[in-house]
Nanobody, 123 residues
């Protein structure tokens, strides 16, 4: 059984950076596509980014140029570096996995999901 665990959330001020980590167990990371999506209070889930098993990367327009996704298969870890954070980035961020390929960045296309980590951007 694949398990996905996020960490790294917190409270930051606008313009600051934060790095989220996603550790995967129970399956070889090099066969998985890993994505991040988020959900703000009262809003629908929003896809953020996805990195395929072979390395292709996708970003939502809202984070393009500010967020960077990367993977380290040896450590079974995927990271999401978030720069120049804005108040509208405030949400619970979830890591999720599916085999091999990303299907865009939509939050509905994953088989395994973590419990989420809170990111709050506020002055």
């Amino acid at each position: 059984q694949v398990q996905v665990v996020e960490s790294g959330g917190g409270l930051v001020q606008p313009g600051e950076s934060l790095k989220l980590s996603c550790v995967v167990s129970g399956f070889s990371l090099d066969s998985l596509a890993i994505g991040w999506y988020r959900q703000a209070p009262g809003k629908e889930r929003e896809g953020v980014s996805c990195i395929a098993s072979h390395g292709s990367i996708y970003y939502a327009d809202s984070v393009q140029g500010r967020f960077t996704i990367s993977r380290d298969n040896a450590k079974n870890t995927v990271e999401l570096l978030m720069d120049n954070l804005k108040p509208e980035d405030t949400a619970v961020y979830y890591c999720a996995a599916r085999e091999y390929y990303c299907i865009g960045v939509g939050p509905q296309n994953y088989d395994y999901r973590g419990q989420g980590t809170q990111v709050t951007v506020s002055s």
